[in-house]
């Protein structure tokens, strides 16, 4: 079995800059689906509303550190788990979760002086794993007008797949590469953005020689303390910097669904009048 680690979210599994001294004995990581449910009073039948969301998701890790490195093998852990900042946590050398750390707890036992026992505890930022590989899609278009994006589409290459058993979230990146500000941009997951159950709208200026990023999660400061920060799903920026507004039409962003070999998506970039160039990154999505 792979060595289990935790890295940031720019580090691949060979780079990750934590590598537990030995596996966590147990791993717990919940699935709960997140629906809510009103009861009938004295009824056998009771009420029952969702949309497929997923309850947050908390990683439990029970294991321990030992030898005569043990205090600053716990303590390297430790700083994974105190840093604000989003972490791969690589269950395996081909899937992470994205997690933010919650808490650890160090237990000392006299009949174990050898060892230190931990838990840790990582809450999901993304509620699916993630394989070590994306898949991107890119497309270039002189134009304006509303298009499907799929294999066959002119311009492309690549395709929207899936192979995992979850939905697969995306990110963005349109380039205005030459000519006049695009204001405003439409995304869906289907041939046909008006009638996708799923929406992104961007509404702003991207201006010749900018790109714009959409990302599906942004762990994002908060007003002037650097220290202070907030998750932002779909937030769009120019060279790291906040721009223009998105919205979003059905319980969240455009996906590429589990199993799909070749999903159409549509796509709208008012304004454009040369080259742009639209790219989509994604990874395949595992429930566990």
Known sequence: ????????TSQAYAAAEFTFQVNPQVVNIPYENNY????????????FVGS??????????NGFVHGSSKVSNFNDLAEQV????????WISDTRF?????????KTDQGGRANFIDYVVALDCVNPYALSSTAKTYTWTTTGDSKTTLNDSTASSTGKFENAGNAPAFIDWTIENAAGSNITKIEIGDTSDYDSS?????????LGSGSTLTIHSFYYASSGTRGTFKEMRYDYATVSGTKTGNVSISGEDAPWVDAGATDQDFSIKLTG???TANVTA????????
């Open 1 to 8: 079995m792979a060595d289990m680690k935790i890295g940031t």
């Open 36 to 47: 809510q449910i009103t009861p009938i009073p004295f009824g056998r039948m009771h009420v």
């Open 52 to 61: 497929g969301g997923v309850a947050s998701r908390r990683i439990v890790l």
């Open 82 to 89: 105190r840093e604000n900042e989003v972490k791969r946590f």
């Open 97 to 105: 979760y994205n997690v933010l750390g919650s808490s650890i707890r």
């Open 197 to 205: 159950p799923h929406k992104l709208t961007w509404e702003g200026t």
């Open 272 to 274: 454009n009048d040369n």
């Open 281 to 288: 990154t994604w990874r395949p999505s595992y429930i566990g």
